[in-house]
Each structure stands twice: as structure tokens, then as C-alpha cells.
């Protein structure tokens, strides 16, 4: 079966650095997509890594190895507006988005 | 841009009753998708359309239909509703070309 993984909770503190981490087995892989959702709100797009590496986009990073079925997402600079849960989603062979449970992200002062 | 729009935001239903929830998009996207999305759990795919006229079955489609007579809208019809419906539906649209999704703000269903 296609399954991802991530962890329920995180608390960090503002200022600090928080990474989220994302394993996932599905059936090909056409992508790994981070989003950001606010609560009650509706989920947005943060990143898309396809190839292994680091993609940086302003204090926020997201990255792949393809090899170990494994993604981060790195936090800089936390702030309190950053308190939201953090939903990691693989694009299977179908270029189907297949969704974890979402990281829920508790920023302390 | 209006992006992704549904309606209503809220709603609370009697089991048995029927509605539809409306989504429209205004980015000529072909791609548009519904989603499930229960506490503490991912979002689940219900019903997806790849153009104009086609639509297809997702992971939970059970108790729902829908259609796709126009590239712009993508309602959600639910015939029989039942307390295991209550739930936040969110609407997407993609383009196949970025593959990144743009969501609707969401309706939050609740069956009683």
C-alpha cells in the first residue's frame, strides 16, 4: 500500500530551527509537495522537490532522497505566525497526490 | 483572481437530506479534485476530473457523486447524508504543467 509518515507534534520555540521530517512508500514518484495549513483554513503550496537535494526558499527549505523514501522541511528564523500544521504529499505514478496526516507546528516565545 | 471558489463555508444537514457543494475556478486549470479531510487525518481524495466530461473515482467516493459539464465548475452532489459525512471538503484545481495544488477555503459539513 502507499503509505506517508510524519510525526503527530512538534513545539519549537521563536527564533529557533525546527525540521519536520516525511517517509513515504508509494506506488513511482512523480514528486514530494509541502504545505502549510492554518488552522481552519484551507492547505497552500510551500515547496516541490523532484531531483535529491536542498531547494531554499527564503526561510523555509524542503529537502528529497529519492533513495531513502525521505523529505525535510527546515524551518529558519521561527516566527508565531509559522504555528500551523505542515502536510507532506508524494505525486504517485498517476500523478495522484497521495497526503500524510500533517505535522502540527507549536511555536512557543 | 478568484482562484478556487466554493460554497457554503458552512452547513448542517439531517441524515437522509441532500446538497451540493459548488466549486468554481477561474484559472482555466483542467485538473480539479475533491477532498475529505477528517481530524487528525490527511486529506483523502473523493472524486477528481481531468477535463471537461470526465471525472473519476477516488480512495473514499462511496456516497457521493459528481460532474464536470464546464472546465470552470466541479459541484459535489451528496444524495443520502449520513453522520460519517461530516467533515471539511476543500476543492483543488491544478495545471499539469506546475503540478502545484490551489485549494478552496473549504466547507465544514456536519451531519446530524
Known amino acids: 500500500g502507499q503509505n506517508i509518515d510524519q510525526p503527530t507534534e512538534m513545539t519549537a520555540t521563536e527564533g529557533a530551527i525546527v525540521q519536520i521530517n516525511c517517509t513515504y512508500q508509494t506506488s513511482g514518484f512523480n514528486g514530494l509537495f509541502w504545505y502549510q495549513q492554518h488552522a481552519g483554513e484551507a492547505p497552500t503550496f510551500l515547496s516541490y522537490?523532484?531531483l535529491d537535494g536542498l531547494e531554499e526558499k527564503g526561510r523555509f527549505s524542503s529537502f528529497l532522497s529519492r533513495s531513502k523514501g525521505y523529505s525535510y522541511l527546515l524551518l529558519k528564523e521561527l516566527q508565531m505566525k509559522d504555528s500551523a500544521s505542515y502536510l507532506c504529499?508524494?505525486?504517485?505514478?498517476?500523478?495522484?497526490?497521495?497526503w500524510g496526516a500533517g505535522t502540527k507546528l507549536i511555536i512557543k516565545p | 483572481n478568484a482562484g478556487v471558489t466554493q460554497t457554503p463555508k458552512f452547513r448542517i444537514l439531517k441524515i437522509g437530506q441532500s446538497m451540493t457543494l459548488q466549486c468554481a475556478q477561474d484559472m482555466n486549470h483542467n485538473y480539479m479534485y475533491w477532498y475529505r479531510q477528517d481530524p487528525g487525518m490527511g486529506l483523502k481524495l473523493i472524486y477528481y476530473s481531468v477535463g471537461a466530461g470526465i471525472t473519476d473515482k477516488g480512495e473514499v467516493p462511496n456516497g457521493y457523486n459528481v460532474s464536470r459539464s464546464t472546465t470552470e465548475d466541479f459541484p459535489l452532489r451528496l444524495e443520502l447524508a449520513a453522520p460519517s459525512q461530516t467533515s471539511v471538503y476543500f476543492c483543488?484545481?491544478?495545471?499539469?504543467?506546475?503540478?502545484?495544488?490551489?485549494f478552496g477555503s473549504g466547507t465544514r459539513l456536519t451531519v446530524v
Open positions: 504529499a508524494v505525486m504517485d505514478s498517476n500523478y495522484q497526490l497521495i
Open positions: 522537490n523532484v
Open positions: 483543488a484545481s491544478s495545471d499539469r504543467d506546475n503540478y502545484g495544488y490551489t
